[in-house]
């Protein structure tokens, strides 16, 4: 059974920090590709950061240069560290993952609960 289980996620200020974490169980994570959506209410789900299990990694556009995804297959685990957080980037952000860098980036095999980030004005 695949589990992906974020964490991570709160409440913080504007200009503020937080890392995301998803543990993922089920699956050989070293050659799964892994990334991280969100998407606010009234809104379609968005694509915000992509790594391959070379590295390769893809941002979208409004998270460049503050978002950095990274991943420890040692520990089957993917990071999302996010800096200069906005109050527009809160919403639920969910993990995922896909065999190949195509398919997390476009139609991922498997999903996660989703974990909240909020950030105030």
């Known amino acids: 059974q695949v589990q992906l289980v974020e964490s991570g996620g709160g409440l913080v200020q504007a200009g503020g920090s937080l890392r995301l974490s998803c543990a993922a169980s089920?699956?050989?994570?070293?050659?799964?590709?892994m990334g991280w959506y969100r998407q606010a209410p009234a809104k379609q789900r968005e694509l915000v950061a992509g790594?391959?299990?070379?590295?390769?990694?893809k941002y979208a556009d409004s998270v460049k240069g503050r978002f950095t995804i990274s991943r420890d297959n040692a520990k089957n685990t993917v990071y999302l560290q996010m800096n200069s957080l906005k109050p527009e980037d809160t919403t639920v952000y969910h993990c995922?993952?896909?065999?190949?860098?195509?398919?997390?980036?476009?139609?991922?095999?498997?999903w996660g609960q989703g974990t909240q980030v909020t950030v105030s004005s």
């Open positions: 089920g699956i050989r994570f070293s050659i799964y590709a």
């Open positions: 790594i391959a299990s070379s590295g390769s990694t």
């Open positions: 995922a993952a896909g065999l190949g860098f195509a398919v997390v980036l476009s139609h991922p095999d498997y």
